[in-house]
Structure formats: structure tokens, C-alpha cells
């Protein structure tokens, strides 16, 4: 481990014993990297989720690695470690299947953008080459992604996939990117995807199918006013406000009512989407004494909801409520043992 600065050494131990009878190909992609990219490599190994640890090979990291910073070194403006490693150098972007793409993306994206000259030129340019080049094809795959090189061989994909897709071609250039989602609107089926890029350390969005709409952060609520409850950035990054208007829900927890104490409530709250309601935030569990009252808020972009609150997952509370925008909607949860039928919510439709 001389190789690796000691402040390193804990998470790449950690990588390294989670590979299982993979790691000696982490610890070779660790030995022969370019000593001025062995950064890249220790940030790149620590982040890879199990599956990668499990499969990855020396020659595939040291290919993502080596073309990753001769795209940075490229650029014709400077980007932050921090930027580069966490949103230019992994390769993977979504739950697609990993094949490897960087350098045939390099390939085919380099010769398009080099005489731009900023990262807005560079991401006009892909995006048009999206819109042009690659079709959404909804019913393909359903909701999953597939893997970039496999969008690029075919000219098609689903919507999730062309997302994916937008973000490896960027990547593949140097631009910072990542994608982000709504997981469900509140007045039609389903949700979307799209992309934001980094210019001048400012994250702008693009929508891989409508150029004309590069860093327009409005346009998503005037196609779905009132219907946009929450927006992720990765994995958990909340960024709702940059895209919507948003108030607040105080929850307050009428414990009067309750006949024990030492209790946890599950809270959580919900749209009706595609015909049922769709739960959009994370359950809330928030424990409680008989002699206490206990509230807490949570931010949501403008529109109508249902909130449901459970004990030991038995239905005690059920409400609808609407946030506006820059205001605080208040609701009081008085616990009320319900019994699970299949039309409970219609009444909440």
C-alpha cells in the first residue's frame, strides 16, 4: 500500500476487501496507473458500487482512467478535482448494465466539439447530435436503462436511457454532468429524466431531445404546473427548488390521542399517478412519548398530495393537502386505526 497516500489507505482497504476474489484486478489497476492519474484511480476504485468491485478489471479501469484525464486535459478551460472525479471520471451513471464506452465515446464526440470552446458550445453541439442521431422508443426496456454503448450502436432507447446516454457523451468529453429524475408527477403517468452539465462550476440543464431548451429551468413546470413534487440529482441530492416553486408541510403529531407511548410513526407522502397514489418522499419514522407533542416539516414543490402516517404498519392517519408556493401547509395527525380495503384511498382521488 506505499503506493497509496495514507489518508487514502482506509477507503481503498475497504474497496479492495469488498472486490471479494476481485481485488487482486483493483490492486493491479492501482500498481500500473500513470503515478500523475493514481489520484483518478483511488477516487474512481472507492466510489464503485459492489457490482463493479466484483467485475472490474485492470484493463478496463486503466482504459476509463487514462481517457477520462485525456479528456480534462483537452478541455480548453480548467475544471476542480472535485468536479472531475465526481462527475466526469465514473463510469457508471444510472442502475444501467456496464459496458465499457468511454473510448468509443471519446471517438465519436471529440472531433464534434473541438473548436468549441466553452461548455455551453461543447453541450450544444451533443445535444444536437442526440436529437438528431438517437430516437426514444418508450415501450423499449420499460423504465430501465440500457447501457450507453448500446444506445449508441442502435440510435435508440428509452427515455431513462437517452438520459444516460446525454451524460457518458458529455463525460466523454470532459463536461461535468449527471442526471437527474422526477420519479412521479402529480397530473400525469410515470416521471422523466434529464441532464445538468457543469459551466463555470454552475450547474445549467439539458434536455436530450429539446436543444432549443438548454438552461431553461422552467421549462419542466410549464409542461406539469403544480405537478412537480420533488427533483433529485443522483441518487439523493435534492434539488426541487432550482426547477419549481416550493412551500413547506408541518406535520404535529397529536399524541393526546394515542393510548401507548415508546411508539414510532411512519409518515409519508404521496401523488396520484398513473391511476394510484405513489409514494414521492422517503418514509419518516419519528418516535414519540404519550406526554409530548412532536411536529416536523418537509419541503415540496407546489401542487396537491396525500399524506399517510402508520403504526407497526397498520393505517392510522390519512389526509390530502396542498402546498403553495412560499407558504407553510399545517396538518395535525390524530392517530385513527384504519383497516386496509382496496378501495381505502379512492375517496382521496
Request: charge should be positive; glycine fraction near 6%; include cysteine.
Amino acid at each position: 500500500m506505499g503506493l497509496i497516500p495514507p489518508a487514502d489507505t482506509g477507503k481503498v482497504v475497504k474497496a479492495l476487501r469488498h472486490a471479494g476474489a476481485n481485488w487482486p484486478e483493483l490492486a493491479k489497476a492501482l500498481t500500473l496507473v500513470k503515478p500523475e492519474y493514481r489520484p483518478g484511480m483511488i477516487a474512481l476504485i472507492s466510489a464503485l458500487r459492489s457490482v463493479d468491485l466484483f467485475s472490474s478489471t485492470a484493463e478496463v479501469l486503466l482504459q476509463e482512467v487514462d481517457y477520462a484525464y485525456k479528456a480534462r486535459q483537452e478541455l480548453p478551460w480548467q475544471i476542480t478535482k472535485g468536479e472531475f472525479e465526481k462527475y466526469v471520471l465514473p463510469f457508471r451513471i444510472s442502475s444501467e448494465w456496464f459496458i465499457p464506452w468511454r473510448v468509443e465515446f471519446y471517438e465519436q464526440f471529440r472531433p464534434l466539439v473541438k473548436d468549441a470552446s466553452t461548455a455551453v458550445e461543447m453541450a450544444k453541439i451533443v445535444n444536437k447530435w442526440v436529437k438528431d442521431n438517437i430516437q426514444v422508443r418508450p415501450c423499449w426496456g420499460g423504465r430501465w436503462p440500457y447501457a450507453p454503448i448500446l444506445t449508441l450502436r442502435g440510435k435508440a432507447g428509452n427515455q431513462v436511457s437517452v438520459t444516460v446516454f446525454t451524460v457518458a457523451a458529455l463525460r466523454s468529453v470532459g463536461i461535468p454532468s449527471r442526471i437527474l429524475r422526477v420519479d412521479f408527477f402529480g397530473d400525469s403517468p410515470g416521471g422523466t429524466t434529464w441532464v445538468e452539465f457543469l459551466s463555470d462550476h454552475r450547474w445549467l440543464p439539458l434536455y436530450p431531445h429539446a436543444p432549443a431548451n438548454l438552461g431553461d429551468f422552467g421549462k419542466l413546470t410549464r409542461e406539469h404546473p403544480r405537478a412537480i413534487p420533488l427533483v433529485y440529482a443522483g441518487r439523493k441530492e435534492n434539488v426541487t427548488a432550482h426547477y419549481t416553486p416550493m412551500g413547506t408541510l408541518k406535520a404535529v403529531i397529536d399524541t393526546n390521542s394515542l393510548s401507548e407511548s415508546g411508539k414510532s410513526i411512519d409518515f409519508s407522502v404521496g401523488v396520484f399517478n398513473d391511476g394510484s397514489w405513489r409514494t414521492v418522499t422517503d418514509r419518516i419514522g419519528f418516535s414519540f412519548t404519550a406526554d409530548t407533542t412532536g411536529s416536523f416539516q418537509i419541503r415540496l414543490g407546489v401542487g396537491d398530495y396525500l399524506a399517510e402516517a402508520e403504526i407497526d404498519k397498520y393505517l392510522i392517519f390519512l389526509k390530502r393537502f396542498t402546498i403553495e408556493a412560499d407558504k407553510t401547509t399545517v396538518i395535525k395527525i390524530k392517530p385513527k386505526r384504519w383497516e386496509y380495503t382496496e378501495d381505502i384511498y379512492d375517496s382521496y382521488r
